[in-house]
């Protein structure tokens, strides 16, 4: 941890990052570990993950909400699939919809949860980021290693996969 809080110059961004790191490093790990089945590689993935909320700390509200965890949760598996792509020797897989992820019960609050459980990882995750969570494509592309034109294709076919889903079409379980 003393070397994530050296890499940060404001004692209110370090108290902000040590709430964050404490509440979400474990289930960051357990994020990982399901993706990469090697704790050696979750924990390189769960590091990462916190390089990446550092350099996105100004981002960051209060980190005891949805909006955080969400983010966090997102970075880590994120980072696993990056660790498990290169593991893999796999090149580019910018536009596969079917990566791994984490598998997500449906919920039975509402209609759009429950179709938004339904979609893949790689879509949910995008749709979460950019329209719960406000980031922009450029920074999206910056944050999941992939080119802004990238993010707003895989944007078009998540919306359109989720109309799909509401719309009784898809069926993607």
């Given at each position: 941890m003393l070397v994530y809080l050296q890499a940060i110059e404001?004692?209110?961004d370090k108290s902000k990052f040590e709430r964050i790191y404490y509440r979400y490093r474990k289930l960051m790990f357990h994020v990982a570990a399901q993706i990469?089945?090697?704790?050696a590689?979750?924990?390189?993935?769960?590091?990462?993950a916190f390089v990446?909320?550092?350099e996105n700390l100004h981002k960051v509200g209060d980190p005891a909400s949805p909006e955080t965890r969400c983010y966090v949760v997102?970075?880590?598996?994120?980072?696993a699939l990056d660790i498990l792509r290169s593991r893999q020797k796999v090149v580019a897989l910018d536009d596969d919809e079917t990566a791994p992820g984490l598998e997500v019960p449906p919920p039975e609050v509402s209609e759009l949860a429950a179709a938004m459980a339904r979609l893949?990882?790689?879509y949910r995750e995008i749709l979460l980021l950019r329209y719960r969570n406000g980031y922009s494509n450029a920074e999206l592309g910056k944050m999941l290693n992939i080119k802004a034109g990238?993010?707003?294709?895989?944007?078009?076919?998540?919306k359109e996969a989720l109309r799909?889903?509401?719309?009784?079409k898809g069926d993607f379980t």
């Open positions: 404001s004692g209110e990469l089945h090697n704790d590689d979750a924990e390189d993935a769960v590091h990462q990446s909320v550092i997102t970075i880590a598996e994120r980072k893949p990882a790689r990238s993010v707003q294709r895989l944007l078009w076919r998540a799909e889903n509401l719309s009784g």
